[in-house]
């Protein structure tokens, strides 16, 4: 069974994340890990903390000789700034303690610090703050790094774009070169294909930063190379896009998701959405008129590119903070302020493209299992001859 997870707080030592169910002998380095860390945290936009860490990957368990072996992968990420947090969340209580806790008293609307003190029954919201923070997505994209790892091996892979930032959009599609190239760029800016429209999306963050406020936007992950048939029409949680959608409204601030071309197909007529069958007689093949559908039907991929967007709200830590409580007084007061990001979009497509792989190297295991990838490899290529004649 092909499960992760993941643990730490936001200024704890470190991040864990293990996996369990990839088979022996996936090709696992370093390198592609901490790549996809590195691309995690760029973007312009971005806060403080992302200038403290530069976070890179500690794998202690699962793979030997740069392969899986089979058993569970076990991966830590150090957060450097620990070292300042020491006294702050020690493990141990000790005496004088209580003086040097940074308590969160004023909870900030949009987090989980109200709700989740009420719920864990904590005077403050400390705690609540430490793990509800995106910085929990760090593992997060170590697990897909992972999981992509895996479906390089058949052809597959994962990556995103940024579609909206504020009320900014692309309104063309992108090509796959040129996510390719945007994946490999050092000098990612808001991760849009568009260098024009990419200024204007630069234009309204600057906005943001002037005014004290903060901004959201739309991401999209394209998954390439997916065969036919992964997921299932049969049961409600078998259906891929429903997967797909748990995962990428997981993540932090992710408040809608789009499979295809959803939205602008509720305003349409059917004629104009579906996507048409075709059968080319030589190449002895199907294909269609276009994706609409985002690789996906009933549930079930159909050979397309698999396309998920995910809706970012905007950063709800605002330098000019809003109108909260005093936890210990109950006296009107605005929200606590911490270091923090403006805008998150080209961070949030990363970490899209880790859920979606993780969803769909998932699915692939269900499909293809074994126990190596030599097994794995058989399944799927006995299948893929199985869909050619078809
Ligand atoms: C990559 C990334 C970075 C984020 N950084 C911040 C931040 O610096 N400050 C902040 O208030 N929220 C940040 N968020 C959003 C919060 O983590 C999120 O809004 C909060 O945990 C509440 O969860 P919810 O918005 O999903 O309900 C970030 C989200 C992502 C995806």
Request: aromatic share 6%.
């Amino acid at each position: 069974m092909f499960r992760f997870e993941t643990a730490g707080e936001s200024h704890g030592e470190c991040l864990v994340a293990t996996l369990t169910g990839l088979p022996a002998g996936v090709p696992v380095t370093l390198d592609c890990i901490n790549r996809d860390l590195r691309r995690r945290q760029l973007g312009y936009g971005r806060g403080g903390r992302m200038k403290i860490e530069t976070d890179t990957v500690e794998i202690v368990s699962g793979v030997r000789h740069s392969q899986t072996i089979g058993s569970p992968i076990a991966m830590i990420v150090r957060n450097r700034d620990w070292q300042n947090w020491t006294g702050i969340l020690p493990v141990e209580d000790y005496e004088g303690s209580e003086e040097q806790k940074k308590r969160l008293d004023r909870p900030r609307p949009g987090h989980a610090d109200l709700a989740g003190a009420i719920k864990y029954n904590y005077p403050e919201a400390r705690y609540i703050l430490e793990r509800a923070s995106a910085r929990e997505t760090t593992a997060r994209v170590a697990l897909g790094a992972l999981a992509k790892s895996l479906l390089g091996q058949f052809g597959i892979s994962v990556l995103s774009h940024v579609i909206a930032v504020g009320p900014v959009r692309l309104n063309r599609l992108a090509a796959w070169q040129e996510l390719e190239a945007l994946a490999v760029n050092p000098d990612l800016l808001l991760g849009c294909v568009d260098a024009e429209v990419e200024q204007q999306m630069k234009a309204v963050v600057d906005e943001a930063y002037r005014t004290g406020d903060t901004v959201g936007g739309v991401f999209e992950v394209v998954a390439h190379g997916v065969p036919v048939g992964l997921g299932s029409h049969i049961t409600w949680d078998s259906r891929l896009d429903g997967r797909l959608a748990q995962a990428i409204v997981s993540i932090q601030a992710v408040k809608g998701v789009e499979i295809g071309h959803a939205e602008e197909g509720a305003a349409s007529f059917g004629s104009k959405v579906q996507d048409t069958i075709h059968y080319d007689k030589q190449e002895h093949a199907f294909h269609r008129g276009a994706n609409r559908a985002g690789g996906l039907e009933g549930g079930i991929t159909n050979g397309q590119d698999v396309v998920v967007r995910g809706f970012l709200k905007p950063i709800s830590t605002l330098r000019r903070p809003l109108e909260s409580v005093d936890l210990p007084t109950r006296d009107a007061a605005l929200a606590a302020y911490e270091r923090s990001d403006v805008c998150v979009v080209p961070a949030a497509g990363v970490i899209g493209e880790a859920m979606v792989a993780l969803v769909l190297a998932q699915a692939f295991l269900e499909k293809f299992g074994g126990d190596s990838l030599g097994e794995t490899r058989r399944n799927y290529e006995g299948y893929i001859q199985q869909v050619k004649s078809y």
